[in-house]
């Protein structure tokens, strides 16, 4: 025979599998947390120099872009992704990769040229215009030596490989991956 259930059992079992859910729960936001915190980052676009692929002009208005960290462990970035970075002086840059290590980079008459022989641009972003300031002013070659020349898609407005010279493997932090705010606006970032 059974023993009678009394309401202090039926307690127990109660409160017993609502902290078996609250440690599952935990558990699974721990892995989230530590997926998040080693494969991931996401950053606000402050800065119009990335506009139209990504917009914002400060920290409250920019598109907020999921970077993930893992494919460069595997591979090397490809040209025409967004990458993001560290600046010389520590800050979080994103800009698009145009010249790999070892080639060299010319601009003449808006047409960008790697190694002497016209770029061609995917179809999502054949319609940016790249102005040839800094060292590519006056038809100049940029090389890109062991790193790589990165042009912001708004290049009227942009610090990148034309004044900061080619960025150097060690400070790459990620590809930007996709854009999660604004609503709007949500979708992959790379061609």
């Known amino acids: 025979m059974n023993p009678p259930v009394t309401s202090k059992g039926a307690a127990r079992r109660v409160l017993r599998r609502v902290f078996r859910c609250l440690e599952r729960a935990f558990a699974v936001l721990g892995v989230i947390l530590v ?29 907020w872009v999921l970077t993930e960290r893992i494919s460069y462990l595997f591979r090397s970035p490809r040209r025409w992704e967004v990458m993001a970075f560290r600046n010389a002086y520590g800050l979080k ?16 008459k808006g047409v960008l040229t790697i190694g002497g022989v016209p770029a061609a641009r995917p179809a999502s972003i054949a319609g940016l215009r790249y102005y040839a300031y800094g060292n590519l002013a006056a038809g100049q070659a940029a090389a890109c030596e062991g790193g790589y020349y990165v042009l912001g898609d708004d290049s009227k407005d942009s610090e990148d490989s034309r004044y900061e010279g080619p960025v150097r493997k060690e400070q790459i932090t990620g590809r930007a991956w996709v854009r999660l705010w604004p609503l709007r606006r949500v979708g992959a970032v790379n061609p």
């Open 93 to 108: 840059v994103m800009k698009r990769v145009i010249g790999l290590p070892g080639e060299e980079v010319t601009l003449r």
């Open 35 to 63: 997926t998040y915190h080693l494969g991931f980052d996401l950053s606000v676009m402050a800065s119009p120099s990335m506009s139209p692929t990504l917009r914002g002009t400060g920290a409250d208005n920019g598109d």
